[in-house]
């Protein structure tokens, strides 16, 4: 782990070296972005995968409701019913995940890049390195302490929560219509919702929001990676999904009577 670490390391330096003419002391910030856009770039084929195979659960919806109709509330019957039918229309339940599990390691070798004082055994050259004055191995409570909400670093830490709540706030509508137009799949064979998927519908919208605590708690660098990539995922889920049902907002009904 040192060993690659050190490597990475390196692969920062002199990613940041080549930025510095253009990005001065925000060379490193600005590598750590790119950085971020290649990985989602990386894992894009995974993203489409994943939103070919919703489209392909959701097709099943019709299936999924008459087996539940079929084995009551025989919950091992369906299950295995349900699988079954998962097989044989190739659906995977979980590739939905593997976009998010494929960028997890990137995340945590940023943070914890940026969370040491030594890489293999000499210090950390990467913590001198600044966005726009905030120490990128920094965090939100060390930019409160030094300058306050309106300090160099507070600012930069305003601009990410700026970009965080109206990436969440643009999450929050797209979801809430996806769940809302879900709903009706999620009914049982008595006519009342499955258990535990009311609250889980409730709770989804809110998701992207808790992105703001992650921002506030990592490392500036790691909460770089964050900002980026969830921005990045809205703008790629809006056009991967823009054909799912309440995707796109119902439009209001038009005042021309002509």
């Given amino acids: ?64 409701t008459a087996l539940r109709k079929k084995h009551g509330k025989d919950r091992e019957k369906f299950q295995k019913a349900l699988m079954e039918l998962h ?15 494929f960028q ?26 600044t966005l726009l004055g905030a120490p990128l191995g920094g965090r939100w409570a060390g930019a409160l302490g030094d300058g306050g909400f309106f300090g160099a670093a507070g600012l930069v830490y305003l601009a990410l929560f700026a970009v965080v709540a109206a990436v969440a706030t643009f999450n929050f509508r797209r979801t809430k219509r996806m769940t809302a137009s879900a709903a009706p799949a999620a009914v049982g064979t008595d006519g009342e919702p499955v258990p535990g998927l009311a609250s889980i519908n409730k709770l989804m919208p ?26 990045w995922s809205a703008v790629e889920r809006a056009v991967l999904y823009r054909d799912m049902p309440g995707a796109a907002p119902v439009a209001a009904p038009s005042s021309d009577t002509g």
């Fill in 206 to 231: 809110f998701m992207s929001f808790f992105t703001l605590f992650t921002v506030a708690v990592v490392p500036l660098a790691a909460a770089l990676y964050v900002v980026t990539s969830t921005t």
């Fill in 1 to 64: 782990m040192s060993t690659f670490l050190s490597a990475f390391a390196h692969l920062v330096e002199n990613f940041a070296d080549l930025l510095q003419p253009l990005f001065h002391a925000s060379a490193a910030a600005v590598a750590i972005v790119l950085f971020t856009a290649l990985v989602r770039l990386l894992v894009h084929p995974l993203s489409r995968a994943s939103a070919r195979g919703q489209r392909a659960r959701a097709a099943l919806q019709p299936q999924i």
């Fill in 104 to 129: 997890m390691p990137a995340f945590f070798l940023l943070y914890h890049l940026f969370s040491s004082s030594t890489i293999g055994g000499d210090a950390n050259s990467l913590l001198g390195h």
């Fill in 87 to 101: 097989a044989e229309e190739k659906v995977s339940p979980l590739s939905g995940c593997l976009p998010s599990l």
